[in-house]
């Protein structure tokens, strides 16, 4: 059984999400434990790429400054490593699919393997071509996660029943960032989901507070967040672990009421 069944084993999943390197490394994976600490049940952890076309200006200029300090995939890997010493929490990478593909797709995954990644996001990677990476993650027992789309009604059936790790059930349409309200019947999407597969649903896009998580978790399995978290680093920056991890707590708590 995946390792990222135990993020949604008997409670809603909290999915946060990190680029890593931004603000630095060091403070990446400081973040991390105050996540892990205050309830974080699986951690998505992005691999800084320069076309991040899935994201929006958050995300995006955080990705730039991490590139900016130098961080690669083999400093992600290291702190992965030191990061599995402490804690056998879920972790997924999430990238994009030439960051994998330039490295060798077998490479990339095996060291992952290696290092106890659980699965893989490429959002960039539309359901028809992700056979170019999904023998590779089978082969080292990495989920390759599926994003279904408010405009995937139609495919909702086949995405969901090829589906592993969880389903990535996207909130609203265009990129990543806060958004004040949900227009999309996520309830509706899941529903759907559901009637296909029994691996977990989660939320992300456009989630930042309590108030979101604890309606859209009514109905789903999990709910990520980046963009608002993204954001706490820009405000706090070598004072963010903190911060993160207090809102990584009253975003479970919310979840959980």
């Given amino acids: 059984m995946s390792n990222i069944y135990k993020a949604f084993e008997n409670k809603k999943a909290f999915i946060p999400f990190i680029t890593c390197g931004y603000p630095s490394l060091e403070l990446t994976e400081d973040i991390i434990y105050s996540m892990i600490e205050n309830g974080a049940d699986l951690i998505e952890l992005g691999i800084p790429f320069s076309d991040p076309t899935a994201e929006g200006v958050v995300i995006q200029n955080a990705n730039e400054k991490a590139l900016k300090n130098h961080v690669t995939r083999e400093k992600i890997f290291d702190m992965v490593r030191r990061i599995r010493k402490n804690s056998d929490i879920p972790l997924v990478f999430m990238t994009y699919a030439n960051v994998v593909y330039s490295y060798d797709i077998e490479n990339f995954l095996s060291i992952s393997k290696e290092i106890n990644i659980d699965g893989l996001i490429l959002p960039d990677v539309p359901f028809e071509e992700k056979n170019i990476f999904e023998p590779f993650c089978k082969k080292y027992d990495i989920d390759l996660i599926s994003l279904i789309a408010p405009t995937s009604e139609n495919r909702i059936h086949k995405i969901s029943k090829e589906a592993s790790g969880f389903v990535y059930c996207v909130s609203s349409l265009g990129v990543t960032g806060v958004r004040q309200k949900i227009e999309t019947d996520i309830a509706k999407i899941?529903?759907?989901?559901?009637?296909?597969?029994?691996?977990?649903?989660?939320?992300?896009?456009?989630?930042?507070?309590?108030?979101?998580?604890?309606?859209?978790?009514?109905?789903?399995?999990?709910?990520?967040?980046?963009?608002?978290?993204?954001?706490?680093?820009?405000?706090?920056?070598?004072?963010?672990?903190?911060?993160?991890?207090?809102?990584?707590?009253?975003?479970?708590n919310a979840m959980n009421e």
């Avoid at 597969?197 to 309606?215: D, L, R, Y």
């Avoid at 789903?220 to 809102?247: H, M, Q, R, T």
């Fill in 190 to 252: 899941v529903d759907l989901i559901k009637k296909n597969t029994n691996i977990p649903a989660a939320v992300g896009f456009g989630i930042s507070t309590t108030e979101q998580a604890k309606n859209i978790s009514k109905y789903s399995d999990g709910v990520i967040v980046g963009s608002a978290i993204i954001k706490l680093c820009d405000k706090y920056e070598n004072n963010s672990p903190k911060y993160i991890g207090e809102y990584v707590r009253d975003m479970k």
